[in-house]
């Protein structure tokens, strides 16, 4: 019923820019937070960033100054910029939403998108 789908990756030089963005759909009553994990290979997923609903924002101190993370909450859509990137950043980014469906007021959920790919090389 709900779907996270994520845009936006690529490859990049290091020090250039990218916007990844992700957007929820399905029966949405409320969308809790928003958020970006990543994951690079042979290590665990990490927190990168997060929104809740009412502006209040947390970033992972590998990217603090670096990231910004934003939402539109008409379009159930949050973004990440990603500025002055290093190959360290590099790793497939996966968006996360807790969402509460129509229908259902006592419990929310986590989803999950696929993961979009950003690569930073020269």
């Known amino acids: 019923q709900v779907q996270l789908v994520e845009s936006g990756g690529g490859l990049v030089q290091p020090g250039g820019s990218l916007r990844v963005s992700c957007a929820a759909s399905?029966?949405?009553?409320?969308?809790?937070?928003m958020g970006w994990y990543r994951q690079a290979p042979g290590k665990q997923r990490e927190l990168v960033a997060t929104?809740?609903?009412?502006?209040?924002?947390n970033y992972a101190d590998s990217v603090k100054g670096r990231f910004t993370i934003s939402r539109d909450n008409a379009k159930n859509t949050v973004y990440l910029q990603m500025n002055s990137l290093q190959s360290e950043d590099t790793a497939v980014y996966y968006c996360?939403?807790?969402?509460?469906?129509?229908?259902?007021?006592?419990?929310?959920?986590?989803?999950w998108g696929q993961g979009t790919q950003v690569t930073v090389s020269s």
């Open positions: 996360n939403a807790i969402i509460r469906q129509f229908g259902y007021s006592t419990r929310t959920d986590t989803y």
């Open positions: 399905g029966r949405i009553w409320t969308i809790y937070a």
């Open positions: 929104a809740t609903t009412s502006g209040s924002t």
